[in-house]
């Protein structure tokens, strides 16, 4: 078994609730990857394989009189998470992160309020070079005939590199699993997905797609 990790996104929107009690819609999207990490025999990540093997969500609403009691919050969150198939060790950090916003968002309970909150959680895989060719685990195969050939040098030239904005900075790049926290740069490809600059550099000098997507990163004629 491999090591989880956990990305997260979440938005509010205001909503025009019914006249009565002000309720929060909290909308969970929860999705899995599978990320096999193939190394050498100095640790060295000389190649990446990625799948996405399901996808979850969830819709409740919830009285937002209830912010007012954190523990029973909290206990709702809990249950919800676990229904999802979040592991708890991720828990405190969401949850923290869902109340934060929702009493930002309500204005003390009085202003009803829509939640996206997108889960992204990864299972990490590493493989010594000297196994490869006794692998074959959810789709990925030993055959070298197999194996993804890169971009052009050209086309990673004209991928242009941007500071991270506050916003980007609540995701995680999805090769390293690192937070995108504005301080390094990062690099948007065609499909609109962010990565370290360093990372998605990589990752095309030995695929010709995203890593998230799997969208093609084609060659844009001049």
Excluded at 40 to 49: A, E, I, P, S, V
């Amino acid at each position: 078994m491999g090591t989880v990790h956990c990305g997260y996104g979440l938005k509010l929107t205001r909503s025009f609730g019914l006249p009565g009690l002000p309720t929060g819609i909290f909308n969970f999207s929860v999705r899995w990857h599978h990320l096999l990490v193939f190394v050498d025999q100095l640790g060295m990540t000389t190649n990446f394989q990625h799948a996405i093997l399901s996808e979850l969500s969830l819709s409740i609403e919830m009285p937002l009189c209830i912010l007012g009691w954190q523990s029973l919050f909290e206990a709702h969150m809990q249950r919800v998470l676990y229904a999802l198939g979040v592991h708890p060790s991720f828990w405190p950090e969401i949850i923290g992160l869902i109340l934060h916003m929702a009493l930002w968002g309500s204005r003390h309970g009085h202003r009803p309020f829509d939640m996206s909150i997108n889960l992204e959680l990864v299972l990490k895989e590493e493989v010594e070079e000297e196994s490869i060719k006794d692998i074959s685990f959810g789709g990925y195969e030993s055959d070298a005939d197999q194996v993804t050939q890169g971009v052009s040098r050209s086309t990673i030239e004209k991928l242009e590199e941007k500071s991270c904005s506050a916003w980007d900075g609540d995701g995680h790049c999805c090769i390293c699993l690192e937070k995108l926290d504005g301080i390094e740069k990062v690099m948007e490809i065609p499909c609109s997905h962010f990565f370290h600059s360093r990372c998605i550099i990589h990752w095309l000098e030995r695929n010709n797609s995203c890593p998230l997507c799997r969208c093609k990163v084609e060659e844009v004629d001049p």
